[in-house]
């Protein structure tokens, strides 16, 4: 079987202090960050034990996961699996980067996120360029406030040419077409960003080829159909897996939306959805994004 899993566990707490972001600067207990480790150990636990299923793995850990040592040892690990085809992490880039010495490039690639104002900027370009001496798999992102244009023209500019550099539409703004056309000049794909899509009765990869999966092992079609398909550690999940429609009016989330079949991103992402990566081809002549809610 090949499955892909988007693993979050209890993990809140963050580094950095984001105005736009509800985790910003939050705190977890010991006892939480036990938890945390514990439901991360169990879970790397289980995936090794699949050697008969091919399995892809993202983390999108609410608050930074890398400057945690588990992470950071599960992202290793996974790497050297050779049933692990893929397995990434959403991250804001603040810890060092020594130990991907251990990983293996070939599998791990990294999704990470330019936040201006919590970093100092030469800090988080060296770690991209650092990334790129690696030969690690990696994309970068801002989100696509008006104060942060600069920051991201400046990025364009500084990063090497083949790391992508996408924009997320900034939560509860509306873009008018002039502004929309300056990201579009960062971002190519920034259109499928732009505006949520439509997915009320369309097909959805999640539910059958991609799952979420919390730190209980409970199984979900996504991040955001609360709908229960099982627990990953008895197994009941499997029974459940089936083509599904999406029972939502809209998908306003790159991690939801890149699965839904009416859209061409598994073409426009080949060979990197879970790192967000695109075909060189796609940046080129990036497809139009249809189905966008207006």
Known sequence: MDLTLLYRGP???CDYDCPYCPFAKRRDSRAQLDADRAALERF???????????LSVLFTPWGEGLVRSWYRRALVALSRMPHVARVAIQTNLSCRTGWLDDADP????????????????????ARCRDLAARGVRFSVGVVGLPAHLPHARRLRADLPDHVYLWVNAAEGHTYTDAEAAVWTGIDPLFGYSRTPHRSA?????????????DGEGTVRRCH????VLGNLYDGSYR???????????????????VHLAS??????????????????????HPPRAPGAAR
């Open 263 to 284: 859209l061409p991103l598994y073409d426009t992402f080949a060979g990197g959805v879970l790192e967000r990566i695109p075909t060189p081809a796609a940046l080129t």
């Open 44 to 54: 790397t636990a289980w995936v090794a034990a699949q050697d008969g299923d091919r």
């Open 239 to 257: 029974a459940a897996l089936r083509p599904r429609t999406c029972p939502l009016a809209v998908c306003d989330c790159h991690i939801g939306y």
């Open 201 to 213: 009765g369309l097909p959805c990869r999640t539910g059958e080829s991609v799952v979420s999966v």
């Open 11 to 13: 993990l809140a707490s």
């Open 106 to 125: 070939a599998t791990l690639a990294l999704w990470c996120t330019y936040h201006p104002g919590q970093t100092p900027y030469e800090r988080f370009l």
């Open 224 to 227: 955001f159909v609360p709908d």
